[in-house]
């Protein structure tokens, strides 16, 4: 790219727009409270490297981010990434949940321009913050042809995750997300790709076939932990629910006591996926009950995002395409 690139800026809230009341404090702030302007200001050198069309979407806690917020957000994406004067996307959000929102983008964006979500894990106003840095690389990922047709991807800490892959990982280091199983696809600062992402699952549900209306369709994770009641899938079978990702221990080891909560939600047309509630490693289709889905190596939070979308593209057994 000779020029220099028109990068649309959205943002959402989170930490890297969080401020507190001292500068040592990096725990108890309220976050996305600082305006869109001032982050952009904390960072020199940003106008000399891209032209940045900023606007606030939301200003959130990312805890408080919902599937709806995830649509708006999605639609609004699309939108600037069809435009012809712009050449990638930045997405400033809060780490706690950035790896969902990245994943819905991530399966439904219709695009080759990059689409880079970046965040923070010390307020804007900490000593030594990290958003300014991450935001900067964000912007040069962005504006950068090599991260063309990518699929959605994450910034942060100097280095390029794929969102597929992503996860947060630590409450309050710097280093908070990262790619546990398969590391970084490349280093941010200056952008370098040193290997594509496993990017086999895109746009398993273009933006434009969600139907608005009746998104999300009703799905949820069961932690399973030693003893948990399968009365908790039942219940919630009786309230409608569609789909259920019960993030099991170890290689997704299914509890016996679970086994006929599991066969009465199937048989009642609820897809049951099976996950692991460990972090590296995923499930293989090895064991289950007759109709059971298996995450692969899909989180069960991101499992969950997969779900709702082959739920309401229609096509329910899309989710098997992209767990493979
Ligand atoms: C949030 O997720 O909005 C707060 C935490 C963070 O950004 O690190």
Known sequence: MSHKPNIALLATGGTIAGAATSASD??????????????????????????????TLFSLDSKDMTPAHWLALGQRVQSVADQNDIDGVVITHGTDTLEETAYFLHLTLTTY?????????????????????????????????????????IVVNDRIFAAREASKWHT???????????????????????RPPLARDRALLPLA????????????????????????????????LRG???????????????????????????????????AQGGVDAVRGPEGLLHAGTLS???????????LASAAPERFGEITR
């Open 172 to 194: 309050r280091a710097v280093e908070g997300i990262g790619s546990p199983e398969t590391g970084a696809l490349g280093w941010a600062n200056p952008p370098r790709l040193n």
């Open 244 to 278: 259920a990702v019960l993030a099991c221990a170890g290689h997704g080891s299914l509890p016996d006591d679970w086994l006929p909560a599991i066969e009465r939600a199937i048989a009642s047309g609820c897809a049951v996926v099976r996950a692991s509630r460990v």
């Open 300 to 310: 069960p939070s991101k499992a969950r995002i997969a779900l709702m979308l082959s």
């Open 113 to 153: 321009k990059p689409v880079v979500l970046t965040a923070a894990m010390r307020p804007a106003t900490a000593l030594s913050a990290d958003g300014p840095m991450n935001l900067f690389a964000a912007v040069s990922v962005a504006g950068s042809a090599d991260f063309r047709a990518l699929g959605t991807l």
């Open 209 to 240: 076939a969600i139907d608005a209306a009746h998104w999300p369709p009703a799905v949820e994770v069961f932690y399973l932990t030693a003893g948990a009641s399968p009365a908790l899938l039942d219940a919630a079978i009786h309230d409608g």
């Open 26 to 55: 990096t725990t108890g702030y309220a976050a996305g409270t600082i305006q869109i302007s001032a982050l952009l200001e904390a960072v020199p050198g940003l106008d000399a490297i891209a032209d940045i069309q900023a606007e």
